[in-house]
Nanobody, 122 residues
Framework: QLQLEESGGGLVQPGGSLRLSCTASDFILKNYALGWFRQVPGKEREGVACIVDSGTGTDYADSVKGRFTISRDNAENTVYLQMDKLKPEDTGVYYC???????????????WGKGTLVTVSS
């Protein structure tokens, strides 16, 4: 089945780092923008980062800019999110998504992973 599978979540201390990975099955990622969303406790799902099909353009939420880095390896069919200087407010379930096209334009036909939990706490 077409799917995205996230990994790399866990418990980390404030100021620490994690790297999330998302690998596609049964389709090739190269033609699509890819991104990460998160859903924090008591809030709606929000966009975190996006990378276009070629990897030459990225977009970040203001809250993570300078701390998170999105990248992709089309040969491995994988997208990554490197998270540094983590804060307690970064806690949430992180979801990998395939956008409808090559660009970071939200649409109604995304493909979503099931999510991986990131907990930032002392």
């Amino acid at each position: 089945q077409l799917q995205l599978e996230e990994s790399g979540g866990g418990l980390v201390q404030p100021g620490g780092s994690l790297r999330l990975s998302c690998t596609a099955s049964d389709f090739i990622l190269k033609n699509y923008a890819l991104g990460w969303f998160r859903q924090v406790p008591g809030k709606e799902r929000e966009g975190v980062a996006c990378i276009v099909d070629s990897g030459t353009g990225t977009d970040y939420a203001d809250s993570v800019k300078g701390r998170f880095t999105i990248s992709r390896d089309n040969a491995e069919n994988t997208v990554y999110l490197q998270m540094d200087k983590l804060k307690p407010e970064d806690t949430g379930v992180y979801y990998c998504t395939r956008y409808p096209t090559w660009s970071c334009t939200r649409g109604s036909n995304h493909l979503w992973g099931k999510g991986t939990l990131v907990t930032v706490s002392s």
